[in-house]
């Protein structure tokens, strides 16, 4: 007789299995903080054993603990290895178990001192594209092109903006606007614009194309989102985040920055890259990240208070992806 294959475990056996293994990660105190330190940011191995100061080995034990527990996932950004939390998108007992967990570690704090380790490593990453940009501020859109051309998709941003169907009278923000391009355009559809960039450069270049057009119904500010989002005075009906992103230190933190910035019932338009493995882009092109996956975005968009309108993709002849996504502020989500 043919041997018979054992029948699988029951799922409640699964269920306790995996529960077990949870709470064996979970009941470490150095575990439970590098859960903490990934709670809305992802790091890799060195930049985590220079937070937590470890040696490489120690830490990667825990981190693989971690992951073959399912509290931890990995994100691949070229020849990095990045951990962050996992994307709890089903509704299961070991999920809910685990965002529990997540739950609860949100209310502690961390000593001082890895606070200012993980503002010293994201001041580092911010520090090295503002770099970028005020070296190659004229040579931008010329790099640009070799990943994605705007004209590629700009009809779609076009068509994203439309199906807001805001009022002249509505304020648009841009984040990043580059050489002023499409804020200009924005410029011409509503009565009020905001172009915000934290480079100098690029902010003139801005200004210099919004001159030389005659459009007096822009203001430039100098800054990062999370300033500007701290003036009260400062809110857009639509936020648009085009191919910025990826050149962000924090890009979870943003979305909430982002959703800051949005009056009630706001808009935030966001074109980015599709995630690859194309490492030249980080020397052309200045960028920190390799693109993003599409649940990512969403669940950075979620976290922070929005709900997903509309997603287009749209693949390139390059072998790029390009991906947009309209988000709305939910009307439970106030403005800080």
Known sequence: MPATKPAPPPAHDTTRASLVQI???AAD??????????????FGVLELCDIFKLAQPKLSHHLKVLLNAGLVATRRDGNSIFYRHPLLLIDTPVNRHIQHLF???DHLDLAAEIYTRIDSIKSERARSSLDFFTKNANKFS?????VAEKSQYVANLRELVSATNLPDSATVLEVGPGEGEFICELATQFNQAIALDNSEAMLKLAQGRAQALGMDNIT????EPAAVAADARIRGDL???NMV?????????TFKHMAQLLNPRGYLLLAELSHHNQEWVRRSCGDLWLGFEAE???HWASSAGMETCQSLYLALRNGFQVQLHLFQKSTNQANH
């Open 23 to 25: 709470n064996k990660a």
């Open 29 to 42: 105190g150095l575990r439970l903080q590098i859960l903490q330190v990934l709670k809305a940011e992802s």
């Open 103 to 105: 739950t609860t570690l």
């Open 142 to 146: 010329e790099k640009q092109a070799l």
């Open 220 to 223: 430039f500010m100098l800054g």
């Open 239 to 241: 936020v648009i985040c």
């Open 245 to 253: 992103l990826h050149h962000i230190a924090s890009p979870a933190e």
């Open 296 to 298: 990512e975005l969403t």
